[in-house]
């Protein structure tokens, strides 16, 4: 009977285990979990911390007796592999301090991520600081949270996990502050789209400093110093700076490694050596849109992966296919997803592109609850290839994201995107759906209907002399002003035209972006040099907010 030993559960090792057996009821399929828990739910644990979720028990999706059960699979937590043998194809195995070896005809390795631990003076001595990665993690929270009394909580990082427990930290009372070393948070996204989360952290009394980091602890953990001397006064830390690759049993079996210590596997998750596969967190993936080596330590493709890798070794043909880095988070009464490449990674990787953002409801503006999303689109002007988007709001982002990554994956492009028929009727979207309009808006950019620029690129434009015009409404002045801007609202702008210089350029601004791009054709047409400002006034107010004056 031949052997298959897994070395990991979770999402990647349980997906292999179980579909080995739904495709080979003859095969000896073993599973080694160096932690007590081999199927937990590792992205529910924040919600757990403020009650969210009230059951510790519904985090533990299958135990060792149901998995045995149902699948007839040999699973031992509390066991650790210490050393993989490929020459003699066994492995050491240590139980509670007793070493044994274990032989395997093939071997796959789930071994997932672990915590990125910066090297921060006092970091030892501290004892308030944890991370949070598995239920013994979360179980080491808790306990500390139930012994002592917490008033002040500090999250270092603020990625998903970091944004996920501020946000439940700050459900049970505590006073929260988190501290980011990138120029802003949520490195999915970026800046001006993250400005809106941080915004919503503000507007929840959660302190947000970014372009620092923590580079001393003191007093046991409770003092923290940032790089600029700031000091912080914290109860407790949540580290949350990152994970990397958990490959020290393949680096010390001698497999090959690549990005940042990832495990190298082909396109049927073998690793170099012909009988061990990988797959999860911890394997270096194709980013599907460039070609490049990436680590994207996200369920589902972990999920995927594992179940391939299990179709692969029962001759079926399957492919690993790459990722493209889809993810989504809620913080407090917004959600922001993403899928693709960001700006920033599409101008690293020197790739022809514009950026285009809309602000929609996300069902029809006429019915009852209707809310603002904010969806940014970038793509190649000439093929109108999709890199990414990105989306913010309180209600849609999701269903619109996952338009967009299904448009990615299926190689639809820009021109596309306003055919799709996508569900309409007015509790749940519009007729012409935000994914729809966000299509139309590209085209205009590709077919040169309209010229746009960036909110980052509009001081550099009104320097080398172009004019700031509002096309707002005269009451939407209340809402805030650029500091330097003429205003002659859309509706009069026909009447006024002749206050407008042919021989000036302009920028044209509105409150999301539609009226500007009206008041731009209309201009254009009467031989105006105009550029859009794309995003307008909602995006800018947004990440700018100091070039914003009131009256």
């Excluded at 757990?48 to 007796?65: A, H, K, M």
């Excluded at 859309?490 to 500007?516: A, K």
């Excluded at 400002?533 to 990440?543: H, K, N, P, R």
């Amino acid at each position: 009977m031949e052997k298959v030993v897994i070395i990991g559960g979770v999402a990647g090792g349980m997906s292999a285990a179980t579909r080995l057996r739904r495709l080979n009821e003859s095969l000896n399929i073993v599973v080694f979990e160096k932690g007590p828990y081999v199927s937990f739910a590792n992205c529910g644990l924040p919600y757990y911390v403020s009650g969210e979720i009230e059951n510790r028990d519904s985090l533990l999706l299958q135990t060792p007796e149901s998995l045995h059960n149902r699948f007839n699979i040999d699973v031992r937590v509390n066991h650790e592999v210490t050393a993989i043998n490929p020459d003699t194809k066994t492995l050491t195995v240590n139980n509670q301090g007793v070493e044994k070896t274990e032989s395997y005809d093939k071997l796959i390795l789930s071994p997932g991520a672990k915590p990125f631990l910066p090297q921060i003076a006092g970091m030892e001595e501290a004892e308030n600081v944890f991370t949070l990665r598995n239920v013994p993690d979360l179980d080491g929270i808790m306990n500390y949270l139930n012994d002592h009394k917490i008033e002040k909580a500090l999250v270092i990082g603020a990625g998903f996990i970091g944004l996920e427990m501020a946000e439940n930290l700050k459900a049970i009372g505590l006073d929260v502050t988190i501290v980011e070393k990138a120029p802003h948070i949520l490195p999915t996204l970026d800046e001006e789209m993250a400005a809106f989360v941080s915004r919503e952290l503000e507007a929840n009394h959660v302190k947000v400093v970014t372009g620092q980091s923590a580079t001393k602890f003191s007093n046991k953990g409770r003092s923290v110093y940032l790089e600029d001397g700031q000091k912080i006064e914290t109860d407790l830390i949540i580290l949350s700076i990152g994970v990397q690759p958990d490959s020290r049993l393949a680096e010390e079996a001698g497999l090959e490694l690549g990005l940042r210590g990832g495990i190298v596997v082909n396109e049927q998750y073998q690793t170099s050596d012909p009988d061990i596969y990988a797959v999860g967190d911890a394997i270096i993936v194709k980013q599907q849109l460039t070609g490049e080596d990436s680590l994207i330590s996200l369920a589902s493709p972990a999920n995927r992966q594992g179940r391939q890798v299990a179709d692969v070794l029962s001759a079926l043909n399957r492919k690993n296919k790459g990722s493209i880095g889809t993810a989504i988070v809620r913080v407090f009464g917004i959600t922001a997803a993403s899928t693709g490449l960001t700006e920033r990674l599409v101008k690293n990787s020197n790739l022809n592109y514009k950026a285009v953002h809309t602000t929609n409801k996300d069902h029809a503006s006429y019915y009852p609850g209707a809310t603002d999303i904010q969806l940014k689109l970038i793509f190649d002007p000439t093929t109108g290839k999709i890199y990414g988007a990105q989306a913010v709001g309180a209600k849609g982002v999701d269903k619109r994201i996952d338009v967009l990554a299904t448009a990615i994956k299926g190689g639809l492009t820009i021109f596309d995107l306003p055919e799709l028929e996508l569900t309409y009727a007015p509790p749940f979207g519009s007729a012409k759906d935000p994914v729809n309009m966000i299509g139309y808006v590209a085209m205009n950019i590709a077919e040169e209907l309209s010229d746009n620029i960036q909110w980052h690129e509009l001081l550099d434009e009104l320097a080398n002399g172009a004019i700031l015009l509002d096309v707002r409404s005269k009451a939407e002045l209340a809402n805030g002003q650029f500091k330097d801007a003429i205003h002659i609202p859309l509706d009069e702008l026909r009447q006024r035209i002749d206050e407008l210089d042919r021989e000036q350029t302009y920028i044209i601004s509105c409150h999301s972006g539609l009226r500007s791009y009206l008041g731009e054709r209309l201009l254009k047409q009467h031989q105006f040099k105009v550029k859009n400002l794309d995003g307008a006034f909602s995006i800018y107010q947004t990440v700018r907010p100091e070039e914003i004056r009131y009256v």
